[in-house]
């Protein structure tokens, strides 16, 4: 497959040849610089994910960052241009192969497995701290020159890391590979540096083991809902030190991983040596450079046994000086302030949580199946107005005694309108009779029991009336049901969020008044289909349980996630 005219015409600096590369992200094709005689690899990134002015402006902020990145183990940029619909990154060329390729023909041992994370994680860490998350790594990105030289490619899918970043997906498609992508990554949650870490862990998982974590048998949708709600199994035939660090780096809730590639590789690097003895990193032959001093010293420092699982987030990783043209699109990496310094806050702000929340079901269950109302001499249908059962979709009869001049009949729960239809009483015998008729609207409104009020001549008389229809077919009961599910889905991600390490902005507000919002509509539900006449002074208190109780879960979530 030859070059574009388009790709042709964007750089003609260099002689293009043939693709030597294709997939999700773009094509690659072979290069030379005119002048410098220097091989290069083409990415030509494909127009459906920079498909808006929005992206490609991204995007062009995102290329200046990768080709900031000076590192012997990234593949270096050296060129971006953009021109009409072509977005063309210029890289380093490596002929060496890929570790994927390397280790399908049996050519990476344990120690050449554990060199290789080493280059691989010390890529990862200058990446995380210029800012820029890679969110794709596996082997097949992992790159090798002809001296054996690994190099981590493909940051074209990377995104600048900014507050509260998720995911980017284009065409309805998650961004990343199935089988070594993170849970919360998978699950289009706020990413981190925990995510490539996650990736890398996968990534040596395999080299060690020679199979991944998961069941990749049956289909990308299955191996990533197993990265999000199943843990990953045991590493076979790895020597127990390794094993720990590898499989803390595969832990699916972040709490329990690490949280940067510089503590994951200081820990991997003194495992290996603690199986293999000191010089295991030269005898490895695989070139590994410019390793940070901590695991430069943890190479001499062996250690049976990595720290210990969930012992809390590890050292975060820092902010480089911003860059005034590239500020929109970074990240502040560190975690929030600790919201309560005491070793107990969140014990006693789960306790407090949990008793509001015994408050709220008592006083659900508690709620009075009718409200008192005077005796009223009123009939629906023949029956006593107090123990009716009306169907809202038919006309129905009004009788009392009395000639009054007018009658309306509104029907109410807590206070709140519902609806009303009026009439013109008719003499009936001793008394009168309405024949009143509810919009047609009213039937999906009102479900369960309900307040009626009958006004004549402007004196109101208040009874209970029973609905025919089945609460659920209501507002009354769906629509407070569907309420009280969005809240709760709502504080949830919420509080994935804060365990996530990230912000949530106006926590401590949208908490209390998502709570107040469930603890609402939860006794709003269950008393339509109780079919209990809803009283106002118990949905008050069901509220303020609701509030109080999600008030002090997101402040326990806080002090968990940020000390």
Known sequence: MSAPAEVVA?????????????????????????????????????????NHAVSSELFDREARVLASLDHPHIVPVYDYVRTGREHLLVMERLDGGTVHSRFQSGGVGPEQACAIGLAMLAGLHAAHEAGVLHLDVKPKNLLLSTQGVMKVADFGIAKVISEGATLVTHGGEVLGTPAYIAPEQALGNALSPAADVY???????????????FDNTRGAISMMRQHMFTDPRPIDGVPAPIAGVVMRSVARELDSRYRDAETFAADLASAATAVYGQGWLERSRVPVRHLTPRVISALSTPVA????????????????????????????????????????????????????????????????????????????????????????????????????????????AAGIPLGSASAVPKPDGDGFRADLRFPGLTRWIVGGAVTATVTTDGVPQSFTVVTRQHPLASALGAGSLILALFALAYLESGLRTLRNGHRWRGALVGGPVLGLLFGATVWLCVSALRVHEPAVAFGVGCAIAGAVATGFVVAAARVRCTR
């Open 305 to 412: 046994a990595p720290a210990p699982v969930g012992d809390g987030p590890t050292r975060p990783v820092r902010r480089p000086t911003p860059d005034p043209t590239l500020s929109a699109t970074r990240a502040t990496l560190e975690p929030e302030s600790r919201a309560d310094g005491r070793p107990g806050a969140a014990l006693w702000f789960r306790l407090v949580a949990a008793l509001a929340a015994v408050a709220l079901v008592v006083l659900v269950l508690l709620t009075p199946e009718r409200l008192s109302h005077e005796a009223t001499a009123l009939k629906i249908d023949g029956a006593d107005a107090s123990s009716a059962t009306v169907d809202l979709s038919k006309t129905f009869a009004v009788t009392g005694p009395g000639t009054p001049g007018d009658l309306t009949l509104e029907l109410s």
């Open 10 to 50: 964007a750089l003609p600096q260099y002689e293009i040849g043939a693709a030597i590369g294709q997939g999700g992200m773009g094509v690659v094709f072979a290069g030379v610089h005119r002048s410098l005689r220097r091989d290069v690899a083409i990415k030509q990134l494909p127009w459906d994910v920079l």
């Open 199 to 213: 990736s890398a862990g996968t990534v040596l998982y395999e080299l060690l083991s020679g199979k991944l974590p």
